[in-house]
């Protein structure tokens, strides 16, 4: 069956280091990947989307790599600071116009401290 | 531009009752889905609606329903409650598909 991992242990970095996130998956050839942004309590908001063509994607201090033969994403946040403290969510699917069903990934909490 | 509203935000309910909750998505918005947030199980999908029906359905049991009116409004009905409903459930909301806008939730506690 599917499967999404992202790791469930917390990521506890210093503030100004760059912090890396792993979102691996099995069992399916997704043709895009998002990466959501969750804080306590709240609703996830949208950071990146890659297509699988697009082995890198940049937003400001964010960095998003699409490895279809590692079936891996890795997720960067460069000089990070106390406020990118939350938890993130992977989401590869199969076809953007199949509609949004997003099967999400357990997400990974990250704690920046100054 | 407003952004997608959840109503209600709280609510405590018994087992054996049944919950509608309801949410506006973004003007100009045509696909509304629900997610269940759960800390056992993470976030899944419960149903999308685009003009007003279900495009997908995620694995629930029967008794979690919804529909979405002309106006794009959607609501999502859950019957006979039970313990484990006890959730954090989500909409969303898109134009194009692809990249969700989230509302901040319905808190649905089950005693």
């Known amino acids: 069956s599917q499967k999404i991992e992202q790791n469930s242990e917390a990521l506890n970095i210093q503030e100004g280091k760059t912090a890396t996130l792993t979102c691996n998956y099995t069992?399916?050839?997704?043709?895009?990947l998002q990466w959501y942004r969750q804080d306590p309590g709240r609703g996830p908001v949208f950071l990146l989307l890659?297509?699988?063509?697009?082995k890198e994607k940049r937003k400001e201090r964010l960095k998003v790599t699409f490895d279809t033969t590692l079936k891996q994403s890795l997720f960067h946040i460069t000089a990070s600071q106390p406020a990118d403290s939350a938890t993130y969510l992977c989401a590869p699917e199969g076809e953007i116009n199949a509609g949004n069903m997003l099967t999400f990934g357990g997400g990974t909490r990250l704690m920046v401290k100054p | 531009k407003a952004g997608v509203t959840q109503t209600p935000r709280y609510l405590i309910k018994t087992r054996g009752q049944q919950v509608t909750l309801s949410c506006s998505p973004i003007s100009g918005h045509r696909s509304v889905s629900w997610y269940q947030q759960t800390p056992g199980q993470g976030l899944q999908f419960l149903f999308e609606?685009?003009?007003?029906?279900?495009?997908n359905k995620g694995n629930f049991p029967g008794r979690f329903s919804g529909r979405q009116f002309s106006n794009s409004r959607s609501e999502m009905n859950v019957s006979t409650l039970e313990l484990g409903d006890s959730a954090l459930y989500l909409c969303a909301s898109s134009l194009p598909p692809g990249e969700l806008f989230f509302g901040e939730g319905s808190r649905l506690t089950v005693l």
């Open positions: 890659i297509r699988e063509n697009e």
């Open positions: 069992n399916y050839s997704p043709a895009y």
């Open positions: 609606y685009f003009s007003e029906t279900q495009r």
